[in-house]
């Protein structure tokens, strides 16, 4: 068992940890607080080639998969989880994609992330419908004009990175509306700029600032036959599955950028003639949570080494959720932590830490709450999919 990186991926590593110091601690708080989209960190992550790490390379990628895309998270989002976002967003829509799509489909669509020249979104919530999927409402009906082409009807809401999407993937109905079917569920590529897609609404979000999460409105949206994905349920949970240790990732990095900062401000802050670093009780809390995080990296690694292997159907789930639901809840932890420690210090906006506060909150909700990770955890036991014997 070899727990060093190859040279390839500790290369990727510490080229992304400089330009994390260099482009995005400066930068972090400023886009936090102003909430507008970092047009100048996206080139720098095209620039850096950073953009398809997920893509293959007859696609227009690296080929680092999942593993190198959670390295990169994990350096980026030790100053800010919005720009860990805006690297999931590489793979996240591109999923379906690679798992189901035809190579025209591939062709089409994978180089332009991988290059920069266009981005995407992942469209499967719902004002009804977020962790429920099955009670979805949108919906597709044949196309009377056009034999194997379908008109598409719905709203999806809460969608990461729509503003900028210059095409969506969207999961719809193909059948009866009130069927709680997994059959009855549909993949499909639609462009921003077709006949009846709309963004209405932008949410005012507690953290995560800088990219947006919108609204996506499709009223009587025509789908070529050639923008048909099909996949189903079973493509929904793949593509899910596949993402728990990048989702891990921005876990990890958050709960390691508060750490850091929060263990140099108490090795330098006075207190009753010593430092607050030189208290048992704050180097036990320190040692914890560093306990915690190390823990949350092994689970992460594992699950992104399973994920690039293929290992994302259903009897991977427990390894797979375990490490997207420790990592996001560590974050919680170490965040919550960070604040404390600084005092009233952590709670203004002087210092990073209530920035990590906020934005760690997001990652045991999206992508399958903490919760929903307990329970697919859990009925993978029971199901002996993960067994000691």
């Known amino acids: 068992m070899d727990f060093e990186l190859s040279d390839e991926l500790s290369g990727l590593q510490a080229v992304v940890r400089r330009l994390a110091q260099d482009k995005i601690k400066p930068r972090a708080r400023e886009i936090d607080l102003t909430g507008e989209y970092p047009h100048d960190i996206f080139d720098e992550f095209a620039k850096a080639e950073l953009l398809g790490l997920c893509i293959p390379e007859e696609y227009g990628g690296s080929g680092a998969g999942i593993l190198g895309l959670t390295l990169a998270i994990e350096e980026v989002t030790k100053y800010s989880n919005v720009l860990g976002l805006m690297l999931l967003l590489t793979r996240l829509p591109t999923g379906p994609v690679m798992i189901s799509g035809t190579d025209?489909?591939?062709?089409?669509?994978?180089?332009g992330i991988a290059s920069g020249a266009t981005r995407a979104s992942f469209c499967l919530s719902e004002p009804g419908a977020g962790s429920d999927v099955a009670g979805m409402s949108t919906r597709v009906v044949p196309d009377p004009d056009v034999e194997g082409g379908f008109v598409l009807t719905g709203t999806k809401c809460w969608i990461s990175g729509a503003m900028q999407a210059d095409w969506?993937?969207?999961?719809?109905?193909?059948?009866?509306?009130?069927?709680?079917?997994?059959?009855?569920?549909?993949?499909?590529?639609?462009?921003a700029d077709q006949d009846g897609v709309t963004r209405p609404r932008v949410d005012h979000k507690m953290g995560i600032k800088g990219i947006d999460t919108a609204d996506v409105v499709f009223e009587n949206v025509t789908?070529?036959?050639?923008?048909?994905?099909?996949?189903?349920f079973r493509l929904i949970m793949q593509s899910l599955n596949a993402m728990r240790p990048i989702v891990a990732a921005r876990g990890i990095g958050l709960a390691e950028g508060a750490l850091?900062?929060?263990?140099?401000?108490v090795k330098n802050r006075p207190a009753f003639g010593q430092t607050i670093a030189d208290f048992q009780g704050i180097q036990w809390e320190i040692a914890k949570c560093a306990t915690e995080i190390e823990a949350a990296r092994l689970l992460t690694y594992r699950a992104a080494w399973l994920a690039d292997q293929?290992?994302?159907?259903?009897?991977?789930?427990?390894?797979l959720s375990m490490a997207k639901y420790y990592a996001s809840e560590v974050a919680?932890?170490?965040?919550?932590?960070?604040?404390?420690?600084?005092?009233?210090?952590?709670y203004m906006e002087d210092h990073p830490t209530e920035m990590f506060y906020r934005?760690?909150?997001?990652?045991?909700?999206?992508?399958?709450?903490?919760?929903?990770?307990?329970?697919?955890?859990?009925r993978g036991v029971l199901a002996n999919d993960l067994w000691w014997d």
Do not use: N
Request: net charge neutral.
């Open 223 to 232: 789908v070529a036959p050639e923008q048909v994905i099909g996949g189903g």
């Open 359 to 378: 934005d760690a909150r997001q990652l045991t909700i999206v992508e399958g709450t903490s919760q929903v990770q307990l329970g697919l955890i859990g």
């Open 168 to 191: 969506f993937v969207v999961f719809a109905k193909t059948g009866d509306p009130a069927s709680r079917h997994h059959r009855d569920i549909g993949c499909f590529i639609v462009e």
């Open 104 to 111: 025209d489909q591939k062709r089409r669509y994978l180089p």
């Open 260 to 265: 850091m900062y929060a263990t140099e401000y």
């Open 310 to 319: 293929g290992m994302f159907t259903k009897e991977f789930v427990p390894q």
């Open 332 to 346: 919680v932890r170490a965040s919550g932590l960070a604040v404390q420690l600084l005092g009233a210090a952590g």
